[in-house]
Antibody
Framework: EVQLVESGGGLVQPGGSLRLSCAAS????????MHWVRQATGKGLEWVSA???????YYPGSVKGRFTISRENAKNSLYLQMNSLRAGDTAVYYC????????????WGQGTLVTVSS | DIQMTQSPSSVSASVGDRVTITCRAS??????LAWYQQKPGKAPKLLIY???SLQSGVPSRFSGSGSGTDFTLTISSLQPEDFATYYC???????????FGQGTKLEIK
């Protein structure tokens, strides 16, 4: 059974940093692209970052230069290093992957809440 | 950047109704479109990928169509468990940007 379990969320002050983790199981982690998607309370979904199997990374303009996605295949783990955090980064952060549906995100974690506030 | 616009933003319907949600891309994306369902407090669930391919385990009352810039998600006969928010998502660009639409909330009439 595919499982994605996020951790590392919490309260952080504006300008601070936080590192999220996503533990993957039930599939060959190293063979699939991985993503982070966030959702502010009451708002829509926003794709935050992607990492390919070769370690290539992609970001939208809203987080480029502040967030860094990485993966550690030996530990079946995905990470998101978030720096220079702003109030607008407050959201539930999901990790997701594309296993059996072309590029679409067919498996998601339960999410971890990040709150940026003083 | 490619923008995705869904309409309507919200819709009220009754059990048994046929409902169609539209997603328009700001430029052509071929068939690089997916649809998701999200219920409160839950992660999104993939319904449709490649514009019209039904994800495994998803009921056949859900269908997707379109290509280029205009896409639709149709629910042929609404069931009580279908009341949720629906999102489209595109992936046709390089470097890849997996843009979501703003969502359509489907409510009980």
């Amino acid at each position: 059974e595919v499982q994605l379990v996020e951790s590392g969320g919490g309260l952080v002050q504006p300008g601070g940093s936080l590192r999220l983790s996503c533990a993957a199981s039930g599939f060959t982690f190293s063979s699939y692209d991985m993503h982070w998607v966030r959702q502010a309370t009451g708002k829509g979904l926003e794709w935050v970052s992607a990492i390919g199997t070769a370690g290539d990374t992609y970001y939208p303009g809203s987080v480029k230069g502040r967030f860094t996605i990485s993966r550690e295949n030996a530990k079946n783990s995905l990470y998101l290093q978030m720096n220079s955090l702003r109030a607008g980064d407050t959201a539930v952060y999901y990790c997701a992957t594309s296993i059996a549906a072309d590029w679409a995100f067919d498996y998601w974690g339960q999410g971890t809440l990040v709150t940026v506030s003083s | 950047d490619i923008q995705m616009t869904q309409s309507p933003s919200s819709v009220s319907a009754s059990v048994g109704d046929r409902v169609t949600i539209t997603c328009r891309a700001s430029q052509g994306i071929s068939s690089w479109l997916a649809w998701y369902q999200q219920k409160p407090g839950k992660a999104p669930k993939l319904l449709i990928y490649a514009a019209s391919s039904l994800q495994s385990g998803v009921p056949s009352r859900f269908s997707g169509s379109g290509s280029g810039t205009d896409f639709t998600l149709t629910i042929s006969s609404l069931q009580p468990e279908d009341f949720a928010t629906y999102y489209c998502q595109q992936a046709n660009s390089f470097p890849p940007m997996y843009t979501f639409g703003q969502g359509t909330k489907l409510e009980i009439k």
